[in-house]
């Protein structure tokens, strides 16, 4: 009996085992298989955000797509016979990867001036808007297809978006610009526009270098101190300056002055303004102010060390009048 009792047991004990390692086996195949969906999961959301991120990016890259088109509705031009509208009369036209555009009617209402439009006039914008990147919105893309006219004639056409592409970023000058500081809230990449967080603008009476907030028209220029110069002509008919001086002049033979003061845009907080009326500009929230200690050189100085008489100046204006 003692036997058989211990047999019983130990087929128990063995049914038992053989149950929860069944269970552990088959508990860790469901875990795995949870594990390889979420995982899946997990690897299709992120191939559907970097599809997302790369089409919105390419669809932002890309706002000029309808400038590439060659509409069959429309005639042909050369860029010789664009090059003749260059004036009022005979109308001002001008050419944008594949479309020729008569802007006559815009001259006037350029938000940056008829002077600065006119530089373009019958020759291609392309160069342009590389420096004046705000132009490549989606906005203006439709606006300046309003005006489209025609095309580039068969052989002075962009063949393909691969060399549109490569066309336009050849002329982007906007590729070796300053590292600037996460905190910043940008309002523009190209050119760069960014400014001090509020939380951050009240720290400290000084807002430091880091936290300054940016404004930008144009990139930021590539200048060497060493071949950096400047050139004071106390007659504007001279052809030569009257006085040269390099950066290191500037800093060792003037008194340097040093004055706290507080600077602004004049756009800081246009986001409000656009909550009664739509108006033009970078919507700035209220950090595109700072405060400042700025130290240099007084003009005042400069120019009397150039040989400027401010006295003399007086008198022979007064014997004028």
């Not at 936290?211 to 990139?219: A, G």
């Amino acid at each position: 009996n003692g036997n058989n009792n211990n047999n019983n047991n130990s087929n128990n004990n063995g049914n038992n085992n053989t149950y929860f390692y069944g269970f552990i086996g088959l508990f860790t195949i469901i875990i795995f298989y949870f594990s390889i969906n979420k995982l899946s999961a997990a690897d299709n959301n992120n191939e559907n955000e970097n599809e997302n991120e790369n089409n919105n990016d390419k669809e932002k890259e890309e706002v000029w797509i309808d400038a590439f088109k060659i509409r069959s509705d429309l005639p042909n031009f050369s860029r010789l016979e664009v090059s003749k509208h260059n004036n009022l009369v005979d109308g001002i036209w001008v050419t944008y990867l594949n479309g020729v555009y008569d802007i006559s009617e815009f001259i006037e209402a350029h938000p940056g001036g008829n002077s600065k439009i006119m530089l373009a006039a019958g020759k291609s914008i392309e160069s342009f808007w590389a420096l004046y990147q705000q132009h490549n919105t989606e906005q203006v893309a439709e606006m300046l297809e309003m005006f489209r006219i025609g095309n580039l004639i068969e052989n002075e056409r962009i063949i393909s978006i691969e060399q549109a592409r490569e066309n336009l970023k050849k002329l982007d000058l906007y590729t070796n610009q300053p590292i600037r500081d996460s905190n910043l809230v940008i309002r523009s990449e190209k050119p760069f526009n960014a400014e001090t967080p509020y939380e951050l603008l009240v720290n400290n009476e000084i807002t430091s270098n880091e936290l300054f907030y940016v404004r930008n028209h144009l990139p930021v220029p590539e200048i060497d101190s060493n071949n950096f110069f400047l050139e004071i002509y106390l007659n504007e008919n001279d052809s030569k300056p009257t006085i040269r001086l390099s950066l290191n002049d500037l800093r060792t033979k003037f008194e340097q002055h040093t004055i706290t003061a507080t600077i602004q845009c004049a756009g800081n907080r246009r986001n409000e303004m656009h909550q009664i009326k739509s108006v033009k500009g970078l919507e700035w929230d209220a950090g595109a102010i700072g405060n400042a200690d700025w130290t240099g050189v007084f003009l005042r100085d400069i120019l009397k060390y150039a040989g400027f008489n401010s006295d003399n100046n007086n008198n022979n204006n007064n014997n004028n009048n």
